[in-house]
């Protein structure tokens, strides 16, 4: 079973910039799909963005042309750059591998967009 650890949130004024970062320990992410998932206070948690383990990405509508997920099978991590944040990205932010039936989540960061 793969753990992941997210770091690099933090209070970012709007239109700033973060980049998240999702280390995995324990496997290899080679073959996993990987993905960056967000949770509001009282709402469901939801898809940010995901990358297949052959590098093909997805977005939500909401962050298209703002955000860039990436990875690095070298150093087993997978990234997030948020770019022109915005008050509504403000969210606990959660790293998640799967592979076949086995998922893993990290235990989240929190990113807060408010001058």
């Known amino acids: 079973q793969v753990q992941l650890v997210e770091s690099g949130g933090g209070l970012v004024q709007p239109g700033g910039s973060l980049r998240l970062s999702c280390a995995a320990s324990?496997?290899?992410?080679?073959?996993?799909?990987m993905g960056w998932y967000l949770q509001a206070p009282g709402k469901q948690r939801e898809l940010v963005a995901d990358?297949?383990?052959?590098?093909?990405?997805n977005y939500a509508d909401s962050v298209k042309g703002r955000f860039t997920i990436s990875r690095d099978n070298a150093r087993n991590t997978v990234y997030l750059q948020m770019d022109s944040l915005k008050p509504e990205d403000t969210a606990v932010y959660y790293c998640k591998a799967d592979f076949i039936s086995r998922t893993s989540w990290g235990q989240g960061t929190q990113v807060t967009v408010s001058s």
């Open positions: 324990g496997s290899s992410i080679r073959l996993y799909r």
């Open positions: 990358i297949s383990s052959s590098g093909i990405t």
